[in-house]
C-alpha cells in the first residue's frame, strides 16, 4: 500500500471509504416536474472522495428533512439526481451538461470543485442557472455585477486570508502586535496555494510582519525539507494553505521538528477530521478556520438525527459522521439552496422556478440571526446577506482548535478586512469583464 493510501486509511478515513455504496438510494429523480431540481455535479470516488462523500450526505439529508418534515418548499418538493465527478474537471464539465436539461426548473449547481468552477462560470449566464461555490472557486465573482450567476457565497479566498491574519493579530493582542514578527506560509504549490500570497503580502506590509513562502508540491506527502525550512526560519506562526493528504502529512512533519502545533492555523480545506486523524497524536493542539459551527449540537442537526437518522433514513452509512465537518458544511450548502428558492417564490410565486428565477432569490437573500434561529441554525453559520454587487454577503470564519478526540470552537466569528479585500475583487473582475466585453450591471436599478 502506498503512503498516500495509508494515510486516507488512517482513523475516520478509513470509515468514510466504505460510504459509496449506499448513497444514491435516496436520489429522487428529475422526471418528476413538479419538483424543485438539483443537479448534483458532485464526487463520492477519487482523490477526495472522503470530502465528497461526507459533504454531499449533509446536502441531501438538508433536502430530505425539508421534503419530509416541511412537505417541500412551500408544498414544492425538492427533487435531485448525482453525476460522478471524481473530482475531474472534464467530467466535472460533462455531468453539469448531463443534468442541466433534466428538468426547465434547476435551482443551482454546487461543484465543490474550483477546477470545475472554472469550467462552469462562463457557461452559467448562458443557460441561466446559479452556480454556488462556498469557499472554493474564483474570488472575483464576488462581484455580481461582473458575475450574475456566480454565488461565492460565505467567504472567498481572499476573506480568508484577512480573517487567518486578524485571528493572529488577536492571539497576540492586537494587530499592532504583528509587528515584528514572522509568519511562514506553508502553501499548496498551485493557483489555489497562490491565490492568497499577494494579498498576505500586503497586510505584510501594513502591519509590518515578515512572511516566509514555503511551497509544498502536490500531493505532498513527504514534506520534510519544507518543515527543516520552517525550522530554521523559526516563525512565529504558520499558516498552512493545503488540502487533502498534504494536511495530515503537513502536521505530522511539523510534530518531528517540533514547530508548536497551536501555533499552526489551516484553512478551511484543512479543517476536517479526515485532516487530523492522519496526523494522529500529532495533531493535537493544531488549529483551523472554518465557516460551521462544530459538531452536532445544534437544533438543525438534530432535527435530520431525529428524523432521518433514527429511521434510518440518513444518507450517511456510519451515523457518528453526523455532525463532521463536511457533513456540516453539506448541510448549509442545502439550506442556502432552499432559503434561495423560498425567497424567489415571494416574487415568482409558489412553484418550481427556473434557475433564472432562483437566481434572484440567492441575490436577495438574508439570513440574519432571527432567520438563522428560526432554521435551527444560530452559531451554525455566520449572518449572510447577499446583494447585486456583493455575492459573497459575509466573509466571516471561526476558528477550531483539535483536542486530539474532537474539534473545539476557540473564536467568535472574525470579520474579513472588506474594503481590502474589496478592492482586489473590483479590480479583478472589471480587467475579467474588460476582457470578455462585459458590461457591468447597474445595481441601483436590480431589485
Given at each position: 500500500?502506498?503512503?498516500?493510501?495509508?494515510?486516507?486509511?488512517?482513523?475516520?478515513?478509513?470509515?468514510?471509504?466504505?460510504?459509496?455504496?449506499?448513497?444514491?438510494?435516496?436520489?429522487?429523480?428529475?422526471?418528476?416536474?413538479?419538483?424543485?431540481?438539483?443537479?448534483?455535479?458532485?464526487?463520492?470516488?477519487?482523490?477526495?472522495?472522503?470530502?465528497?462523500?461526507?459533504?454531499?450526505?449533509?446536502?441531501?439529508?438538508?433536502?430530505?428533512?425539508?421534503?419530509?418534515?416541511?412537505?417541500?418548499?412551500?408544498?414544492?418538493?425538492?427533487?435531485?439526481?448525482?453525476?460522478?465527478?471524481?473530482?475531474?474537471?472534464?467530467?466535472?464539465?460533462?455531468?453539469?451538461?448531463?443534468?442541466?436539461?433534466?428538468?426547465?426548473?434547476?435551482?443551482?449547481?454546487?461543484?465543490?470543485?474550483?477546477?470545475?468552477?472554472?469550467?462552469?462560470?462562463?457557461?452559467?449566464?448562458?443557460?441561466?442557472?446559479?452556480?454556488?461555490?462556498?469557499?472554493?472557486?474564483?474570488?472575483?465573482?464576488?462581484?455580481?455585477?461582473?458575475?450574475?450567476?456566480?454565488?461565492?457565497?460565505?467567504?472567498?479566498?481572499?476573506?480568508?486570508?484577512?480573517?487567518?491574519?486578524?485571528?493572529?493579530?488577536?492571539?497576540?493582542?492586537?494587530?499592532?502586535?504583528?509587528?515584528?514578527?514572522?509568519?511562514?506560509?506553508?502553501?499548496?504549490?498551485?493557483?489555489?496555494?497562490?491565490?492568497?500570497?499577494?494579498?498576505?503580502?500586503?497586510?505584510?506590509?501594513?502591519?509590518?510582519f515578515q512572511v516566509e513562502l514555503i511551497p509544498v508540491a502536490p500531493p505532498g506527502i513527504d514534506q520534510q525539507s519544507q518543515w527543516l525550512q520552517v525550522r530554521k526560519a523559526r516563525p512565529d506562526y504558520v499558516i498552512m494553505w493545503t488540502a487533502g493528504v498534504m494536511t495530515p502529512s503537513a502536521?505530522?512533519?511539523?510534530?518531528?521538528?517540533?514547530?508548536?502545533?497551536?501555533?499552526?492555523?489551516?484553512?478551511?480545506?484543512?479543517?476536517?477530521?479526515?485532516?487530523?486523524?492522519?496526523?494522529?497524536?500529532?495533531?493535537k493542539g493544531y488549529i483551523a478556520a472554518n465557516y460551521t459551527g462544530v459538531g452536532a449540537n445544534f437544533p438543525v442537526v438534530q432535527e435530520i438525527v431525529n428524523r432521518l437518522y433514527d429511521k434510518n433514513k440518513g444518507n450517511l452509512s456510519n451515523k457518528a459522521l453526523v455532525g463532521a465537518t463536511?457533513?456540516?458544511?453539506?448541510?448549509?450548502?442545502?439550506?442556502?439552496?432552499?432559503?434561495?428558492?423560498?425567497?424567489?417564490?415571494?416574487?415568482?410565486g409558489r412553484k418550481p422556478l427556473t434557475g433564472e428565477q432562483v437566481r434572484w432569490g440567492l441575490e436577495n437573500l438574508k439570513l440574519d440571526e432571527k432567520r438563522l434561529k428560526a432554521l435551527g441554525a444560530e452559531g451554525f453559520m455566520p449572518p449572510l446577506k447577499i446583494s447585486c454587487a456583493d455575492?459573497?454577503?459575509?466573509?466571516?470564519?471561526?476558528?477550531?482548535?483539535?483536542?486530539?478526540?474532537?474539534?473545539?470552537?476557540?473564536?467568535?466569528?472574525?470579520?474579513?478586512?472588506?474594503?481590502?479585500?474589496?478592492?482586489?475583487?473590483?479590480?479583478?473582475?472589471?480587467?475579467?469583464?474588460?476582457?470578455?466585453?462585459?458590461?457591468?450591471?447597474?445595481?441601483?436599478?436590480?431589485?
Amino acid at each position: 500500500m502506498s503512503r498516500n493510501s495509508l494515510h486516507r486509511m488512517r482513523g475516520i478515513g478509513a470509515v468514510l471509504i466504505a460510504l459509496a455504496g449506499g448513497m444514491l438510494a435516496t436520489e429522487v429523480p428529475a422526471e418528476d416536474k413538479g419538483t424543485q431540481f438539483v443537479p448534483i455535479v458532485g464526487y463520492r470516488t477519487g482523490p477526495l472522495a472522503s470530502i465528497g462523500q461526507t459533504f454531499y450526505a449533509g446536502m441531501i439529508d438538508y433536502f430530505n428533512l425539508i421534503n419530509e418534515r416541511d412537505g417541500g418548499i412551500n408544498g414544492v418538493k425538492l427533487s435531485w439526481e448525482e453525476c460522478e465527478t471524481e473530482y475531474n474537471n472534464a467530467k466535472g464539465v460533462e455531468c453539469y451538461e448531463r443534468l442541466k436539461g433534466k428538468s426547465p426548473y434547476v435551482a443551482a449547481v454546487q461543484p465543490m470543485s474550483s477546477g470545475i468552477t472554472y469550467g462552469l462560470v462562463d457557461r452559467m449566464p448562458v443557460d441561466k442557472i446559479p452556480l454556488v461555490t462556498i469557499g472554493y472557486g474564483r474570488t472575483d465573482t464576488s462581484d455580481g455585477r461582473v458575475f450574475p450567476y456566480v454565488f461565492p457565497m460565505i467567504t472567498n479566498y481572499w476573506s480568508m486570508t484577512t480573517d487567518i491574519v486578524k485571528f493572529i493579530g488577536e492571539k497576540e493582542g492586537g494587530m499592532d502586535k504583528l509587528a515584528g514578527k514572522k509568519i511562514g506560509y506553508v502553501f499548496h504549490d498551485s493557483a489555489f496555494g497562490k491565490e492568497a500570497i499577494p494579498l498576505l503580502q500586503e497586510m505584510a506590509s501594513k502591519y509590518a510582519f515578515q512572511v516566509e513562502l514555503i511551497p509544498v508540491a502536490p500531493p505532498g506527502i513527504d514534506q520534510q525539507s519544507q518543515w527543516l525550512q520552517v525550522r530554521k526560519a523559526r516563525p512565529d506562526y504558520v499558516i498552512m494553505w493545503t488540502a487533502g493528504v498534504m494536511t495530515p502529512s503537513a502536521i505530522a512533519a511539523a510534530a518531528k521538528v517540533g514547530f508548536p502545533r497551536e501555533r499552526i492555523i489551516g484553512i478551511t480545506w484543512a479543517a476536517s477530521e479526515e485532516d487530523v486523524a492522519g496526523a494522529g497524536a500529532a495533531a493535537k493542539g493544531y488549529i483551523a478556520a472554518n465557516y460551521t459551527g462544530v459538531g452536532a449540537n445544534f437544533p438543525v442537526v438534530q432535527e435530520i438525527v431525529n428524523r432521518l437518522y433514527d429511521k434510518n433514513k440518513g444518507n450517511l452509512s456510519n451515523k457518528a459522521l453526523v455532525g463532521a465537518t463536511y457533513h456540516n458544511r453539506g448541510i448549509v450548502a442545502g439550506m442556502i439552496t432552499v432559503e434561495g428558492v423560498r425567497k424567489a417564490q415571494e416574487k415568482y410565486g409558489r412553484k418550481p422556478l427556473t434557475g433564472e428565477q432562483v437566481r434572484w432569490g440567492l441575490e436577495n437573500l438574508k439570513l440574519d440571526e432571527k432567520r438563522l434561529k428560526a432554521l435551527g441554525a444560530e452559531g451554525f453559520m455566520p449572518p449572510l446577506k447577499i446583494s447585486c454587487a456583493d455575492h459573497e454577503g459575509s466573509g466571516m470564519l471561526r476558528f477550531q482548535q483539535w483536542d486530539g478526540a474532537k474539534w473545539n470552537s476557540i473564536s467568535d466569528w472574525i470579520e474579513p478586512e472588506r474594503a481590502r479585500v474589496r478592492a482586489r475583487i473590483e479590480a479583478s473582475s472589471t480587467a475579467y469583464a474588460k476582457e470578455k466585453g462585459i458590461t457591468l450591471r447597474d445595481c441601483s436599478k436590480e431589485g
